[in-house]
């Protein structure tokens, strides 16, 4: 068990960039989840998969943020035309999603974004 | 939007102390959660707890549930210097989708604990 992976682990960007991150979950893990977290404040949620299929994306911030499960394992998050207010660190989870209830999430270290 | 708010937001003790940090939330829900994270990474999960529980214990670790009073605590007893870091609550709701019934966590602000040796 590797544990939920990200990468990177650090991305400097200049404002109006797009930037990419990526996410491995626990390889058995059908449910993904991408939070945003600024410093002093708890993990925010932003979007959830089961499987390939994105289940709530509401909670995205704007039309800037988008996110893909194309194959039900790997995940991305792209933050298009960046803004330096999207500076934060981008933390991904996963879960078993075996059953129709919520069940533990694991985290991922994160990828810490700055926007210059 | 944040929903759980934990209490105190610091807290600083001498090791071997127990350390009590309690969470309050607004809506219902269908589990509670706690996590860790030390200084700039990832959260590490501690212990989860279902709406139909009221206590659970894991290792030093004692969380109680008061569904009536929206409120959990998180009591961690003899206090080691390693437990220094900010401890949240996360909450969770039965959301019906097709194809998964699960939603994602809503945080508090968190509770930064220092253990003093």
């Known amino acids: 068990d590797t544990g939920v992976s990200q990468d990177p682990r650090h991305k400097i960007t200049k404002r109006g960039q797009n930037v990419t991150f990526r996410c491995d979950p626990i390889?058995?893990?059908?449910?993904l989840y991408w939070y945003r977290q600024t410093l002093g404040q708890g993990p925010e949620f932003l979007t959830y998969f089961q499987n390939e299929a994105q289940l709530e994306k509401s909670r995205l911030l704007s039309d800037r943020f988008s996110a893909e499960r194309p194959k039900g394992s790997f995940s991305t998050l792209e933050i298009q035309r960046t803004e330096q207010g999207d500076s934060a660190m981008y933390l991904c989870?996963?879960?078993?999603?075996?059953?129709?209830?919520?069940?533990?999430?694991?985290f991922g270290p994160g990828t810490r974004l700055t926007v210059l | 939007s944040q929903q759980g708010e934990e209490d105190p937001q610091a807290l600083s003790i001498q090791e071997g102390e127990n350390a009590t940090m309690n969470c309050s939330y607004k809506?219902?829900?269908?589990?509670l959660q706690w996590y860790r994270q030390n200084s700039g990474r990832g959260l590490v999960h501690l212990i989860l707890i279902r709406s139909n529980e009221r206590e659970k214990h894991s290792g030093r670790l004692r969380v109680t549930l008061d569904t009536s009073k929206k409120s959990s605590s998180l009591l961690i007893t003899a206090s080691r210097a390693a437990d220094t870091a900010s401890y949240f609550c996360a909450t969770d709701r039965t959301v019906e989708y097709s194809g998964g019934g699960a939603d994602g966590l809503t945080f508090g602000k968190g509770t930064h604990l220092i253990i003093q040796p």
């Open positions: 390889s058995e893990h059908n449910r």
């Open positions: 809506t219902s829900i269908n589990n």
């Open positions: 989870a996963s879960s078993l999603g075996l059953r129709e209830w919520a069940d533990t999430q694991y």
